[in-house]
């Protein structure tokens, strides 16, 4: 069995992120991390996880070297994973992995060198798609999502974008296992974001559990409140995700069902265009409030 | 004088950098960089102070809970809100920190550092039944062995059974903190990056079968960290005791306190708390905490230098990239203008010198099994050690917490938005002391700041010359082989830095080599 696996290398860099993205991932159920690094998480098939710094063996320029020996050795034949915003004011000097040289190489220049000859890059959380938090107003290191990036220099790679900040395990795992299963998804299977429609398909404002409130007029006025939550700043009803019906930490609660509402984590408007996060700045006809 | 540099640190949180300078094998002197720069105060600046809890979580996505209490605390306290958390809201508070703290100290301990002391290639020769440890033995049998090679070779010391034991508690640690993340959620909303802790108290309300479902995902963290994690820290330890005379560092430690116990007191830095606050040295004498003795020198930082020794509630943040002499993208905070270490060490020491009877015998019982004095504690083992007693400390208190909730009382209180106040808000997060500090003008932010745990740890030298925590534990290290630099990394480690959190705030360029250095 062991000769007919086939190994799929991995690289992950981690640009300007908080770490939440990777520590969200390493709560999978089914299958579990383990399950997707150290198992064939598809028969026959095996993630094999060279580079990522929070989780490697191996320190300093032995940990960058077998990411590098990985694009030379593999070319087009790995997947790139990124999770962060690339900072990429003032020729990316907010932001570097590792050095060469002894000069210290930045996200920018690493995420394009590994970007070329990648099979495909997955952009992973909203920082990473589009921009997240890190390029909120005033940007003060001009960080960019991948997409946005690879575009401006011309790269053709195809990019799939996992968002969400930090995005649910199972749409990066669910995202990885097409990967292997289908090979890269076609256009009809992306949204115009370039997120997967099975995750990615439904606003949330459709499936949430508070909609009957809604379209009852029945609105919470303050924080534990039974009720809608969209006069306390609910973003669902612009946002794209399965929260709701697929829920978070196995399936025991979700943002909306503790009551602090959607941030529209996964959006591209976060976190600018969703501000304040507490206010209602959705305009939408609702009945009037009955509570 | 040979270097080592060693860029980038991994298995920590965020981009680091260390360089040493080493004499006959002596560490003469140290470097710690964050390597990355994202400008959150800036990007706070202006906006609806609610959001500052949702974003300044986003500053770390390992310790969020942590970010999360502490900007509400600080918003309570410019809201007027801070005596007026209902009790369950409070309780909640407590328990979402503490079940979150509890499986950050599991997964600190084997995901981050245990691959410093565990051999995982031994399963190879493994010939049993567990499964985990059958189904790593068919990964190396593979031959691809990433992500758990290349890494340093030489000083694995761990017994056989005793090294795959640790490799099975390893997956099995995946699971156990995992379950922690769900008890997180079921006060949260989601974790990372939860959604209903607010100033003001919390979005979410207890109901019985939460707290019955809290109550045994907790109840099994509690059987991980007596039956597993402790004696595993204790295993190691044994095999590698000489890492208790290693890495004493500056010997100040510096705590703010967690997990309230009232919320009457609006003076957090007085209130009663499960861990207590203030400072100690190696006399074990507690010194009550003075916030206002709280500086950030920038010497060796590049700022200006008349930015330097502001108290952080007037903190400012003026690059100066050409000024000579400095090294480094953080500040250096000091207290009364000295160093002080942060993290479970200061948090035990500290609640241990306040003659607290559970901690006293936790420390105590750990002590006498080494046969060792508290001076041993300020060391790397040390560090581990009060970790992992740190974690069963809360997760014992945790249980009572859970059955003070009342289903059906609230767990939040109204508050109107002031036009202009100040806050401040201060816990022990799981690395250590968390503060954050507002200034609110029109409903808008018009200043914050965070001062967080690795940047007391891993600061640079101040404006007197005296190197930061990390810095002082690494000089005066004897390394065996400077190829592979175990003792380096397993320094560094065992303060669980956190670099996202520690230069959220620096700016990029230069370094004392003239080389276009990138942060
Ligand atoms: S506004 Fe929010 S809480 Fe209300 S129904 Fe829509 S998604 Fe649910
Ligand atoms: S409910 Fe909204 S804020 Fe919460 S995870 Fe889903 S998309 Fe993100």
């Known amino acids: 069995m062991d000769s ?37 998480v598809i028969p026959g098939k095996h993630v094999n996880l060279r580079f990522n710094a929070t989780v490697m063996a191996g320190a300093g320029d032995l940990a960058i070297a077998i990411a590098e020996e990985t694009v030379k050795k593999v070319k087009g034949g790995y997947l790139l994973i990124v999770d962060g915003s690339i900072p990429t004011a003032k020729n990316g000097v907010y932001g570097s ?39 909120a107003a005033p940007n003060p290191t001009g960080c960019q999502g991948l997409k946005e990036l690879l575009e401006s220099k011309g790269i053709k790679t195809p990019v799939i974008n996992v968002a969400g900040c930090p995005p649910h395990p199972d749409w990066f795992v669910g995202t990885v296992a097409s990967l292997l299963l289908s090979g890269l998804p076609s256009a009809d299977q992306l949204d115009d974001f370039g997120r997967p429609l099975t995750f990615y ?37 612009i946002t794209y995700a399965d929260c709701p019906t697929r829920l978070w930490n196995t399936g025991v609660n979700w943002c909306v069902g503790s009551g602090g509402g959607c941030h529209g984590c996964t959006q591209p408007e976060f976190p600018d265009l969703v501000s304040p996060l507490y206010v209602k700045t959705i305009e939408i006809e609702t009945a009037p409030n009955k509570l | 004088m040979g270097k080592i540099v060693i860029v980038p640190i991994t298995r920590i949180e965020g981009h680091l950098k260390i360089e040493c300078l080493v004499e006959n094998g002596i560490i003469k002197e140290a470097r710690s960089s964050g390597m990355l720069f994202r400008g959150f105060e800036i990007i706070l600046r202006g906006r609806d102070p609610r959001d500052a809890q949702i974003i300044t979580q986003r500053i770390c996505g390992v310790c969020n809970v942590c970010h999360a209490m502490a900007s509400t605390f600080n918003l309570d306290s410019a809201f007027g809100l801070a005596d007026k958390i209902p009790d369950n809201g409070r309780i909640m508070r407590n328990l979402a920190a503490g079940l979150h703290v509890v499986q950050d100290h599991i997964l600190h301990f084997y995901h981050l550092a245990a691959l410093d002391y565990v051999d995982v290639t031994k399963v190879a020769k493994y010939e049993g039944s567990d499964a985990d440890l059958n189904s790593i033995k068919a990964f190396i049998g593979r031959g691809e062995l990433g992500p758990f090679v290349p890494r340093y070779e030489g000083d694995y010391r761990l017994p056989d059974d005793v090294d795959r034991a640790a490799v099975s508690h390893y997956v ?61 820290v204790l295993a190691v330890a044994g095999v590698y005791s000489d890492y208790f005379q290693i890495g004493a560092g500056c010997q100040n430690l510096l705590a703010y306190g967690a997990y309230d116990l009232e919320g009457k007191n609006p003076d957090y830095t007085r209130r009663q708390r499960l861990f207590q606050q203030g400072t100690i040295s190696a006399d074990l004498k507690l010194q009550p905490l003075d916030l206002s003795k709280i500086t950030e020198e920038v010497r060796h930082s590049w700022y200006e230098s008349n930015t330097s020794k502001l108290h952080p509630s007037t903190g400012k943040t003026v690059p100066a990239d050409e000024k000579s002499g400095a090294y480094s993208w953080l500040k250096a905070p000091r207290y009364g203008g000295r160093v002080y270490e942060v993290g479970p060490l200061a948090q035990m020491v500290t609640t241990y010198a306040s003659g607290n009877p559970k901690v006293k015998s936790l420390v105590d019982s750990t002590l006498a099994h080494f046969k060792a004095t508290p001076a041993a504690l300020f060391s790397v083992l040390g560090r581990h050690a009060a970790r992992a007693l740190a974690a069963k400390y809360v997760a014992d208190a945790m249980g009572e917490w859970l059955l003070q909730l009342k289903p059906g009382e609230p767990t939040f209180v109204p508050y109107e938005l002031p036009e202009e106040a100040q806050g401040v808000g201060i816990i022990d997060a799981a690395r250590g002391a968390l503060g954050h500090w507002i200034e609110i003008k029109e409903k808008k932010i018009a200043n914050y700041q965070c001062v967080v745990p690795t940047t007391w740890n891993a600061s640079p030298r101040d404006d007197s010359g005296t190197p930061g925590a990390i810095e002082q534990a690494l000089t005066g290290t004897r390394v065996k082989d400077e190829a592979n630099p175990f003792e380096i990394v397993r320094i560094v480690r065992a303060f669980d830095p956190c670099i996202a959190c520690a230069v959220h705030l620096i700016t990029p360029k230069g370094n004392e080599l003239g080389r276009f250095r990138i942060y």
């Open chain 1, 97 to 135: 992995i590792g050095e060469r040289n002894h000069q210290p190489v930045s996200m920018v220049e690493r995420v394009i060198e590994f970007s070329r000859d990648a099979l495909a890059v997955m952009a992973v959380g909203t920082c990473a798609t589009f921009g997240g938090i890190p390029a």
């Open chain 2, 172 to 232: 099995k640690a995946l699971e156990i903190r995992r379950k922690g993340h769900e008890a997180v959620a079921m006060l949260t909303g989601r974790i990372p990056h939860t959604a209903s802790i607010v100033p003001g108290g919390m979005a979410e309300v207890p109901t019985v079968d939460k707290i019955a479902s809290i109550l045994w995902r907790l109840n099994e963290l509690r059987s991980f960290v007596d039956n597993v994690y402790l004696p595993d």
């Open chain 1, 4 to 40: 007919k696996t086939i190994e799929y290398p991995v690289i992950w860099l981690q640009c300007a992120t908080c770490t939440g993205c990777l520590i969200s991932i390493l709560n999978s159920v089914s299958p579990t991390i383990k399950n997707v690094l150290i198992d064939e």
């Open chain 1, 201 to 237: 398909g439904k606003l949330i404002h459709e499936n949430c559990q508070r909609r009957a409130y809604f379209d009852e007029g029945k609105f919470a006025k303050k924080h534990g409140d039974p009720g809608c939550l969209y006069e306390l700043g609910c973003k669902g009803p």
